[in-house]
């Protein structure tokens, strides 16, 4: 069975790691500007998600992998020129990151807010199935209605493709999916933004060319 590996972390309001800038200058200079133009939480959750990119690349595929690999095609999904695959989602309280080398894969998450009952996670619930098959066939929101899913949210339909959907227990205030074409043995790690682990990995990962096919 493929592997998928996901890596998540809590994002923590006005903490801004050591590496944030070094990432972001390493970054395309259009991607570089577009980030600069964000709010500062909003860059910070960015950067951490990137972070989070090459930390599951890595694990993915054995070996450092460079930000000269990212790729942010114009409204496409970003991908690493050279793999794996990956996907990138944030909410209010944490990032998270799935990637593969054998398989594309799309991911969403979304917090359960405060006193919400059963029906309240149940729509999020369906909406984090959808998202991630939108992810997953590297379509957009204006394709939403593209996507059918089961009653179980076990699988989804998109533009005559099966997905395969899986919730994945990330934390007990967070639903979070991930859908592939095939079905897939996944590992979740949780990890934290500032440290040493993720800062090295990071400052290893900027000192590394980028490779070409």
Not at 98 to 126: F, M, N, T, W, Y
Not at 164 to 183: D, E, I, K
Not at 188 to 208: P, T
């Amino acid at each position: 069975m493929q592997k998928v590996i996901v890596i998540h972390a809590p994002l923590r309001p006005g903490t801004t790691a050591s590496w944030h800038d070094m990432l972001l200058s390493a970054l395309p200079y259009a991607k570089q500007l577009e980030l600069d133009r964000r709010q500062p939480a909003a860059r910070a959750a960015s950067l951490a998600g990137l972070a989070l990119a090459l930390a599951a690349a890595t694990r993915s595929k054995g070996a450092a992998v460079s930000p000269g690999e990212f790729a942010f095609p114009a409204g496409g999904k970003p991908y690493f020129r050279s793999g794996p695959w990956f996907s990138v989602s944030h909410s209010e309280a944490r990032v998270a990151c799935a990637a593969s080398v054998a398989v594309e894969v799309g991911l969403d998450c979304e917090e359960i807010p405060a006193g919400s009952g059963h029906e309240a996670a149940q729509k999020l619930a369906r909406w984090t199935a959808t998202e991630a098959a939108l992810k997953a066939a590297g379509l957009g929101l204006r394709q939403v209605r593209e996507v059918l899913l089961d009653s179980a949210l076990q699988s989804a339909e998109v533009a005559e493709s099966r997905y395969v959907l899986r919730l994945l227990p990330l934390a007990p205030t967070a639903v979070c999916h991930l859908a592939t074409r095939v079905p897939v043995e996944v590992a979740i790690e949780q990890v934290v933004l500032d440290a040493a682990e993720i800062s090295g990995l990071v400052e290893r990962s900027l000192r590394l060319p980028p490779q070409r096919d």
